[in-house]
């Protein structure tokens, strides 16, 4: 089977860095994403990582290992507007084809 | 670009019904994926379509059907829903070509009585 695991929760405060952590066993592997959801709405895109490395995109980066099979995303600078749902995601291959495999999502909270 | 949209945003039936969600992609976008987001099971994948053909799918029974038309629009249809069915419906459209980057439309939420 496919699975990713992620912190249910993470709490830190305005200005601070925090990085959340993922996890995953699948086959067929193509790549590691990152998507933030606030409550009531939709997932938002982040990050796709493909090869190993850091990518950077402002405030946000995503690092991915593909020997450790292990990503993570590091949010620095934190405001109350990241306080959020965050969910790692990979493509990958199964008996079906290649899909989406999402993590349980890691909830953020940032304190003032 | 105008993003993804999906109609209608809210749906009540009764068990036993079918609904079926439409889903506008982004414009140039070729693919478009449909998922089930629901508080126990989080975020499963349900089925991409990729220039009016069903590329891949994911491991829901054969009651979850979709389509593409020619002009990429989808359409996700569900026959005899049950309770189990109430969730979130989310589709969300990428170029299908590259990456990991799609893009979510607002979703349908569904409420199966």
């Known amino acids: 089977g496919q699975s990713l695991e992620q912190p249910s929760e993470v709490t830190a405060v305005e200005g601070a860095i925090v990085q959340i952590n993922c996890t995953y066993q699948t086959s067929g592997f193509y790549g590691l994403s990152w998507y933030q959801q606030h409550d009531g709405g939709a997932p938002t895109f982040l990050s796709y990582n493909a090869l190993d490395g850091l990518e950077e995109t402002g405030r946000f980066s995503s690092f991915l290992s593909r020997s450790d099979s292990y990503g993570y995303l590091l949010l620095q600078e934190l405001q109350m507007k990241d306080s959020a749902s965050y969910f790692c995601?990979?493509?990958?291959?199964?008996?079906?084809?290649?899909?989406?495999?999402f993590g349980p999502g890691t909830r953020l909270s940032v304190l003032p | 670009k105008a993003g993804v949209t999906q109609t209608p945003r809210y749906l009540i039936k009764t068990r036993g019904q079918q609904v079926t969600l439409s889903c506008s992609p982004i414009s140039g976008h070729r693919s478009v994926s449909w998922y089930q987001q629901t508080p126990g099971q989080g975020l499963q994948f349900l089925f991409e379509y990729f220039s009016e053909t069903q590329r891949n799918k994911g491991n829901f029974p054969g009651r979850f059907s979709g389509r593409q038309f020619s002009n990429s629009r989808s359409e996700m249809n569900v026959s005899t829903l049950e309770l189990g069915d109430s969730a979130l419906y989310l589709c969300a459209s990428s170029s299908g070509t590259s990456g990991g980057s799609q893009y979510f439309g607002p979703g349908t939420r569904l409420l199966v009585l």
């Open positions: 995601a990979v493509r990958a291959r199964d008996n079906y084809g290649q899909n989406f495999v």
